[in-house]
């Protein structure tokens, strides 16, 4: 067991308002493995003010010169690499994250996103200088928005709040950090490794809380700039707050993302099945931008369906802390049960069912056994909701024009593939996919390039030069 009794605020550990804990539990043995205090509406208010403080600070935080900064936030990537592997267990242990996956998601590749803006502050110009049009000067400052309400999920907790947190602290904001009820254990570790850091008191704080919570953060007089991970549901009432508030969010949302898998593509397991494993099923089906629509030509379908079925159903279930695991339990009982919901309803559609489809006969632990479904209509509820599980729906397509319909008919647009021989023609057909990112015969997101979708996928870009300017105003001074 893991236990903590005081918050991470104002750069100390502090007693919380309230005596409510958040028990965590293993999402592979259903047992214990952690408790956490619970914040309060008067905990987020100390948080505020404490990120206020140190925002306001006249030589704090944002008026350290990029450089500095850099080399703080460099600091914090050590700090994390030197907890990176109890990191990765924290994580399985908690959302059912297989521990290989877990060490390169959630222990490694946060280093590479703090590392990566660290980097960029000492390539980006904070003022430029050009001439007025009607005589003089015009100087464009790029400042700091403020005070930060990151809000991160349960399925990368630590990927996710990395691409929240080391864009702000490289634009000189302050954060406060509410991550999900589901994963709390990681971001106490965090909170550990900031704590270690030459990072001022209050610039980074954290408060773990459930909805409520997290609506009195985004609504919070104080805060000056959103960031959410999370559904489109929770997007939408985000954005109606932050729209009333004129306060600025960025939103990455839900996905449905198809794999067109062209006429030409390599189908040899040997070749592309860790490619397609990562693009379709990494993380046991919950990650957004999943390519969980696959488009099969008419004259190939019968045998993407086989590849399919035959590489779904040799992927290794098990306990996401065994090395061997490649598919781990569902986060919680409840979504397992939601995502069991998605099949029954697919069953009962009509499409046909490859591999899968049941429950795990394991003892413990919320497991759903990988699923493949052929013979699935696009405009079904298995081809256009988010099910966030191990369930792939393969979809009939006659030529190219009608497998870009057939991808672009959705409601979300985050990820997606494209499966060919010929990565010239690949790129031709993503260039006519509606949507924020798109893979030829893989997909793996870049740091230094945007990141985001459109349509019911979210609003704005992480990642890359982009997402340090989503935490900047700019200024314009005329003289």
Not at 250 to 272: C, F, P, R
């Amino acid at each position: 067991m893991t236990t903590y009794h005081q918050l991470f605020i104002g750069g100390d550990w502090v007693t919380p308002a309230t005596e409510e804990t958040y028990e965590l539990i293993s999402a592979s043995t259903e047992e214990p493995i952690g408790s956490v205090p619970a914040a309060s509406e008067i905990d987020v208010d100390v948080a505020v003010s404490e990120a206020r403080r140190a925002f306001d600070d006249p030589t704090g935080w944002a008026t350290w010169h990029p450089t500095r900064r850099a080399q703080a936030i460099d600091e914090l990537a050590d700090q994390l690499e030197l907890r990176a592997d109890e990191m990765a267990r924290r994580v399985a242990a908690q959302n059912g994250m297989p521990i290989t996956i877990a060490t390169q998601l959630e222990g490694r590749f946060p280093l590479l996103v703090l590392r990566y803006y660290a980097n960029l502050l000492g390539n980006t110009e904070f003022e430029t200088r050009q001439p007025h049009l009607l005589g003089g000067t015009s100087t464009i400052r790029r400042e700091p928005m403020g005070v930060v309400a990151a809000i991160s999920p349960w399925n990368y907790p630590q990927t996710l709040a990395s691409f929240k947190i080391a864009p702000a602290l490289a634009s000189g904001c302050t954060i406060v950090l509410k991550p999900s009820p589901e994963t709390l254990l990681d971001a106490f570790l965090f909170a550990e490794a900031v704590a270690a850091t030459s990072i001022p008191a209050g610039v980074v704080n954290v408060v773990p809380g459930g909805r409520e919570v997290g609506a009195y953060l985004i609504g919070h007089p104080g805060v000056d700039k959103v960031a959410f991970t999370g559904s489109t549901a929770s997007g939408r009432l985000i954005a109606e707050t932050c729209g009333r508030l004129l306060r600025p969010v960025t939103l990455e949302l839900g996905g449905k993302s198809a794999a067109i898998v062209l006429d030409d593509a390599d189908l040899n397991l040997e070749s592309v099945g860790e490619r397609l494993f990562e693009s379709l099923l990494v993380n046991n089906g919950q990650t957004c931008y999943l390519g969980t629509r696959v488009l099969a030509p008419d004259n190939r379908y019968d045998e993407v369906v086989d590849t399919l079925g035959a590489f779904v159903s040799s992927l290794p279930v098990g306990d996401a802390m065994d090395p061997q695991t490649m598919v781990g339990p569902m986060a919680s009982a409840l979504h397992r049960d939601r995502v069991e919901g998605f099949i029954e309803k697919g069953r009962a559609d009509g499409a046909r069912i490859v591999t899968g489809g049941c429950r795990s006969e394991r003892d413990r632990g919320w497991f759903v056994t990988p699923t493949v479904f052929a013979d699935v209509d696009n405009k079904s509820v298995l081809a256009q909701e988010e099910i966030f599980g191990p369930v792939l729906a393969v979809i009939r397509y006659r030529d190219v024009d009608d497998a870009v319909r057939i991808a672009n008919d959705s409601r979300y647009g985050l990820g997606g593939t494209v499966w060919t021989s010929d990565p010239e023609r690949g790129t031709a057909v993503a260039r006519r996919i509606h949507t924020g990112t798109i893979g030829i015969n893989r997909y793996l997101p870049d740091p230094s390039a945007p990141f985001g979708g459109v349509k019911d996928s979210g609003l704005g870009r992480e990642l890359g030069p982009e997402g340090l300017n989503a935490y900047l105003n700019v200024k314009t001074i005329y003289s």
